[in-house]
């Protein structure tokens, strides 16, 4: 069936325009797109988008589905349906699971679900060594032909620079991604918030921002000795970022991911030890915040992500310094972001560049676009319309987000995913 999105706003982040037009669906891809008042071609089903935004869906890098191992927090149907209602068509998850995701075996049994369960796309990613322990790299090659997309310890950190180069080494051989988290481990162990003013004032364990510049100087000097592609999953303060710049000025393969939480939160947020604001890293300064934004719009940073982490309630209704880490994004994921467009930091393009082109890019997806050939894994929502957040209303399973009773802007109201529409009314 030949489906015509017309009369949409449709964001491109590729040709970087933000202009009225139609977009035609058949067999699963973008057909053709053209500008209002072009002649569009025949179709079977014509669909009036309202003038509402017409985007390329998010690809998330960085989810976390806790299957297998504590299904009760998310399962692969609940983050898919949660990812349909926040406009992102394909999640690239985690190995951070119990037990984790480092043999053939596990990851295919997590590809079996997802394809099974979630609404969504997913691509998993694999664990660079065994056990996350630092101690073994994993079979790489044979994950590599299991579907992995890429390899993460997630947030544990290898201290054994040995190991670590071994497994760049050989990634590089097979050309694979590898997905570091840029934080010295002795410096970041126990920490609950950034160092400064406000950690002493609440008594709140600390680490320096340093931590992270740190890290990511050992992993650039690592990548220019291997050559591996590489991509670092948070940079959250203002000091890492000129050593950023200097890999990409040297040529290095060298991309970083910034989450939304440390784009529109800071360290004042967590107040009187609020834990839904317990992140890993740490909410960082204002000043932190601002130099990410700017980082984003300038393209040295290249990905937004949820960074979505669901907790039970148990684990965060504890003290601040013992309340598990992490919040849910996949929802909030959009109003969040387009808080840096109402705030005049960028235009919707700039964006989507960082929400669906450059990670679909940095992966080798074919998403991420509007152009004639690609997959219709599309967006319609308005970036103007206000409400409320109710935790309570979020489709994970888990609620533990930091922006319950936030004022937001931006709604979803459609997601199409291979041209099937997986959420909202039909129009």
């Known amino acids: 069936?030949?489906?015509?999105?017309?009369?949409?706003?449709?964001?491109?982040?590729?040709?970087?325009?933000?202009?009225?037009?139609?977009?035609?669906?058949?067999?699963?891809?973008?057909?053709?797109?053209?500008?209002?008042?072009?002649?569009?071609?025949?179709?079977?089903?014509?669909?009036?988008?309202?003038?509402?935004c017409l985007a390329p869906g998010i690809v998330d890098i960085g989810v976390k589905i806790c299957e297998p191992g504590e299904r009760h927090k998310e399962s692969f149907k609940s983050a898919g349906q949660a990812a349909a209602a926040g406009g992102v068509t394909t999640m690239v998850t985690r190995p951070d699971t119990i037990p984790c995701i480092d043999t053939p075996e596990t990851l295919e049994f997590v590809t079996r679900r997802a394809v099974e369960d979630s609404l969504v796309h997913i691509h998993p990613m694999a664990a660079l060594t065994k056990g996350r322990d630092g101690r073994e790299m994993v079979e790489i090659g044979f994950l590599l032909d299991a579907g992995a997309v890429g390899f993460t310890d997630g947030d544990t950190v290898t201290t054994d620079t040995k190991v670590l180069t071994r497994a760049m080494t050989y990634a590089k051989s097979l050309d694979a991604l590898v997905m570091l988290h840029p934080q010295d481990p002795g410096l970041s162990k126990g920490a609950a918030v950034t160092s400064g003013k406000f950690a002493s004032l609440r008594g709140l364990p600390a680490v320096s921002p340093m931590a992270e510049r740190m890290a990511l100087d050992r992993d650039m000097a690592l990548v220019e000795m291997t050559g591996v592609k590489y991509h670092a999953d948070q940079i959250t303060t203002a000091r890492a970022l000129p050593a950023l710049e200097r890999a990409k000025i040297k040529g290095l393969d060298v991309t970083a991911g910034v989450s939304i939480h440390h784009l529109t939160l800071n360290e004042l947020d967590v107040g009187d030890y609020r834990t839904f604001f317990k992140i890993k890293p740490p909410l960082r300064s204002e000043d932190d915040r601002l130099a990410l934004v700017q980082a984003v719009a300038d393209g040295l940073i290249d990905v937004i992500c949820s960074m979505h982490t669901p907790q039970d309630e148990e684990s965060k209704r504890l003290p601040y310094e013992e309340a598990a880490s992490g919040a849910?994004?996949?929802?909030?994921?959009?109003?969040?972001?387009?808080?840096?467009?109402?705030?005049?930091?960028?235009?919707?393009?700039?964006?989507?560049?960082?929400?669906?082109?450059?990670p679909a890019k940095r992966l080798g997806l074919k998403t991420g676009r509007m152009a004639a050939g690609a997959p219709a894994d599309l967006v319609v929502f308005d970036p103007e319309a206000p409400f409320i957040l109710d935790r309570s209303k979020l489709v994970s399973?888990?609620?533990?987000?930091?922006?319950?009773?936030?004022?937001?802007?931006?709604?979803?109201?459609?997601?199409?995913?291979?041209?099937?529409?997986?959420?909202?009314?039909?129009?």
């Open 397 to 427: 399973k888990s609620k533990n987000t930091p922006f319950d009773g936030a004022k937001m802007q931006g709604r979803v109201i459609n997601t199409w995913v291979a041209g099937e529409r997986v959420f909202g009314d039909p129009l």
């Open 328 to 358: 849910v994004g996949l929802q909030t994921l959009l109003p969040a972001a387009l808080r840096m467009v109402h705030a005049g930091a960028m235009d919707l393009p700039t964006l989507w560049r960082a929400l669906s082109l450059n």
């Open 1 to 52: 069936m030949r489906k015509l999105l017309e009369n949409a706003r449709l964001i491109d982040p590729e040709a970087g325009t933000d202009s009225p037009g139609w977009l035609l669906i058949k067999d699963g891809v973008i057909w053709a797109t053209g500008a209002e008042g072009e002649a569009a071609p025949e179709s079977d089903r014509r669909i009036n988008c309202g003038g509402h």
